[in-house]
């Protein structure tokens, strides 16, 4: 366990579906980020949040949508998603949006879209 | 624009053989580069990094990287390998002053270890 837990571990929505994807972390960090891994892809950063503002967003398409109450929760809203988008969806936290910080990263949500 | 190389897609090895995996990354600047691992079945977890000072780091469970700046590389080492060293490896950089904010990483598609007993 790294400290850093996502709900739900894997999740089957149609392109019409609206589901949210939940990440905590237990760690005191401040930032956190939003990662796709793809099949034969290099991981994809998608967004950071520093102090529960946003300070990255790698030109991911609308219908993913972050959301970070605080900092320790961070969420992924999906809706209106394509089967392109089936991926697994990686959390990780840092202690600050600093390159030197080792980010620590959940186990991830499996997407699959029907 | 900015990348990481892996060059292996799939290493089969069996144990006690040495193992070397190559990184190589495009960034003329200054970089902090690290080594993820990924057990099956396990999330992400840092395997070793370097930002300064000796180029050749010392991670946990035997693995060391050594940093060639001439060469823009990040190779992956290990003396002697054992099955459960059987996971997938990532090399990621981060260049200082790109990419957006500075925690932002690069990662390369990864390397497939398997060590057969």
């Known amino acids: 366990e790294t400290g850093v837990t996502q709900t739900p571990r894997h999740l089957v929505m149609g392109m019409t579906n609206k589901k949210s994807l939940k990440c905590e972390q237990h760690l005191g960090h401040n930032a956190m980020y939003w990662y796709k891994q793809s099949a034969k892809k290099p991981l994809e950063l998608m967004f950071v949040?520093?102090?529960?503002?946003?300070?990255e967003n790698n030109s991911v398409p609308s219908r993913f949508s972050p959301e970070c109450p605080n900092s320790s929760h961070l969420f992924l809203h999906l809706h209106t998603l394509q089967p392109e988008d089936s991926a697994l969806y990686l959390c990780a936290s840092s202690l600050r949006d600093f390159s030197y910080n080792e980010q620590f990263f959940g186990p991830g949500t499996r997407l699959t879209v029907l | 624009a900015q990348s990481v190389s892996q060059h292996n897609h799939h290493v089969i090895l069996s144990e006690a053989a040495s193992l070397e995996l190559g990184c190589n990354y495009s960034?003329?600047?200054?970089?902090?580069l690290f080594w993820y691992v990924q057990y099956p079945g396990q999330h992400l977890q840092l395997l070793l990094k370097?930002?300064?000072?000796?180029?050749l780091v010392k991670g946990i469970k035997g693995f060391e990287a050594e940093f060639i700046k001439s060469k823009f590389s990040f190779n992956l080492r290990k003396p002697s390998v054992q099955w459960s060293d059987t996971a997938e490896y990532f090399c990621a950089v981060n260049g200082m002053g790109y990419g957006g904010s500075q925690g932002n990483l690069i990662f390369g598609k990864g390397t497939k270890l398997s060590v057969k007993p």
């Open positions: 949040y520093n102090f529960k503002e946003q300070t």
């Open positions: 960034y003329g600047g200054t970089v902090n």
């Open positions: 370097y930002f300064s000072g000796d180029p």
